[in-house]
């Protein structure tokens, strides 16, 4: 299955894809727990190495995605890395200046929301949608939240694909040559979006009235035997980080 998006589509293909959602939770909020608990060094550069070496190894996360993927969030991460690192000081007059202080701060910023967004794609680039809100169920997490997740995620997917089409369709005809042709095509890709989103919900509320929606939209849910030698695994990985970033840290 293939729905246009990388880290969805890399879920699906992934030879995790059939784990126990479990065993994915536990390894990736290992890491994740590690990384924010523990000192920075090298708590942080442990994790942050594990979780590369389990997305492009054992996982099979292609190079390309897992750059895509963590494009953004890395950005977000160094612009706040960049801010903490210079401060404002008024002993002389106002003046930017980079301490011992902000440069620990801004690092042990970097090397956290690093390893913390490689960590979580340990579970979001080897588990899709279907099989989290599957789980969720199994924990008895009311009906009416899980629907809710459910029936986001599918018109975002829907929205972004129809903003996609509708940015093709522009450029294609030229809609985007200069200034003036790049702002009337935004506005009109602007409007068209809210009229087509609009659309889209109606119909697929009329959709489910059609099918008799009743407050519950189940899906399938095979169950999945758990790995004990994958839980050992994870758990020893876990530990050995922690147990290495107590005794650098000087804990």
Same mark, same amino acid.
């Given at each position: 299955?293939?729905?246009?998006?990388?880290?969805?589509?890399?879920?699906?293909?992934?030879?995790?894809?059939?784990?126990?959602?479990?065993?994915?939770?536990?390894?990736?909020?290992?890491?994740?727990?590690?990384?924010?608990?523990?000192? &920075?060094?090298?708590?942080?550069?442990?994790?942050? &190495? !594990?979780?590369?070496?389990?997305?492009?190894?054992?996982?099979?996360?292609?190079?390309?995605?897992?750059?895509?993927?963590?494009?953004?969030?890395? &950005?977000?991460?160094?612009?706040?890395?960049?801010?903490?690192?210079?401060?404002?000081?008024?002993?002389?007059?106002?003046?930017?200046?980079?301490?011992?202080?902000?440069?620990?701060t801004a690092l042990s910023l970097l090397g956290r929301g690093t390893?913390?967004?490689?960590?979580?794609?340990?579970?979001?680039?080897?588990?899709?949608?279907?099989?989290?809100?599957?789980?969720?169920?199994?924990?008895?997490?009311?009906?009416?939240?899980?629907?809710?997740?459910?029936?986001?995620?599918?018109?975002?997917?829907?929205?972004? &694909? !129809?903003?996609?089409?509708?940015?093709?369709?522009? @450029?294609?005809?030229?809609?985007?040559?200069?200034?003036?042709?790049?702002?009337?095509?935004?506005?009109?890709?602007? @409007?068209?979006?809210?009229?087509?989103?609009?659309?889209?919900?109606?119909?697929?509320?009329?959709?489910? @009235?059609?099918r008799g929606y009743s407050g519950s939209l189940p899906s399938l849910?095979?169950?999945?035997?758990?790995?004990?030698?994958?839980? *050992?695994?994870?758990?020893?990985?876990?530990?050995?980080? *922690?147990?290495?970033?107590?005794?650098?840290?000087?804990?």
């Open positions: 299955m293939t729905t246009g998006f990388p880290l969805d589509d890399a879920a699906w293909a992934s030879p995790w894809r059939h784990r126990a959602v479990g065993e994915k939770l536990l390894l990736s909020g290992g890491l994740l727990a590690v990384t924010v608990s523990l000192p &920075a060094w090298p708590g942080s550069v442990l994790a942050a &190495a !594990t979780a590369l070496v389990v997305l492009l190894g054992p996982a099979r996360v292609a190079p390309g995605v897992l750059a895509r993927v963590v494009a953004a969030p890395l &950005a977000f991460i160094v612009v706040g890395a960049l801010s903490v690192l210079v401060s404002l000081q008024w002993e002389a007059g106002p003046a930017l200046a980079v301490t011992d202080e902000t440069r620990r390893a913390g967004t490689l960590g979580v794609l340990v579970i979001a680039a080897t588990t899709p949608m279907v099989d989290l809100l599957g789980a969720l169920r199994r924990l008895r997490v009311p009906e009416a939240c899980i629907d809710v997740a459910a029936l986001v995620y599918r018109l975002v997917l829907v929205l972004f &694909a !129809t903003l996609f089409q509708m940015g093709e369709a522009q @450029a294609a005809r030229l809609g985007y040559r200069d200034r003036r042709t790049t702002l009337r095509s935004s506005a009109a890709l602007g @409007a068209g979006l809210l009229l087509r989103s609009w659309d889209r919900a109606r119909r697929l509320e009329e959709g489910l @009235a059609g849910d095979p169950t999945r035997r758990t790995s004990v030698p994958f839980v *050992a695994t994870s758990l020893a990985t876990v530990g050995v980080i *922690a147990v290495t970033s107590l005794v650098a840290g000087g804990w």
